[in-house]
């Protein structure tokens, strides 16, 4: 690790390498809107409109990158606290068993059924579900919240 910021203490150069391993979690979060939003792809012209869409990108990536790193820091946490009652309510109608507790009052059971929809495939060894999925399987939701609300709106 190499830097150009002042160390003139041990406390100094314990501070500079602990901001080293956020490193990763930056790349991780610009790895959102870049491959999954498709940042780059977008044909807009004015400085305003890309401000916009930007500024929308870094939402929805502090939302995946968010419930992610709190999928794997936090086992107990109550499903409400990073999902919408409505979120909460289409993952339960798409739970094929019904009991009467399904386990999404948790939220580490809600975004396994969210990374299941982006593709993952929840098998015994495999590490917990990425941003990647979790983007993928939030995409697939808001379409299904959207065909959902349309369907109640006409019905």
């Known amino acids: 690790m190499i ?3 002042p160390i003139r203490t041990r406390k100094d150069a314990i501070e500079k390498l602990d ?9 991780l979060f610009h790895k959102i809107p ?3 939003c498709k940042a780059e792809d977008s044909k807009l012209r004015t400085a305003q409109r890309l ?5 929308i990108f870094c939402i929805v990536s502090w939302r995946i ?3 992610t790193m709190l999928n794997r820091a936090c086992k107990n946490c109550p499903a409400p606290a990073a999902l919408t009652p409505s979120e909460i ?3 339960q109608r798409m739970i094929k068993k019904k009991t009467v507790d399904d386990g999404l009052s948790l939220l ?16 015994a060894n495999d590490p917990p579900p990425g941003n990647t999925v979790m983007w993928r399987g939030l995409a697939r939701l808001s379409d299904i919240q959207l065909g959902f609300n349309l369907e109640r709106a006409q019905g």
């Open 3 to 5: 830097t150009d910021l």
């Open 19 to 27: 901001w080293y391993p956020m490193r990763w979690k930056i790349e």
């Open 34 to 36: 870049k491959s999954g």
């Open 51 to 55: 401000t916009n869409i930007i500024a």
């Open 65 to 67: 990158f968010w419930m």
């Open 89 to 91: 309510g289409l993952l």
């Open 108 to 123: 580490s059971k809600c975004l396994l059924q969210i990374a299941k929809l982006g593709g993952y495939l929840a098998r």
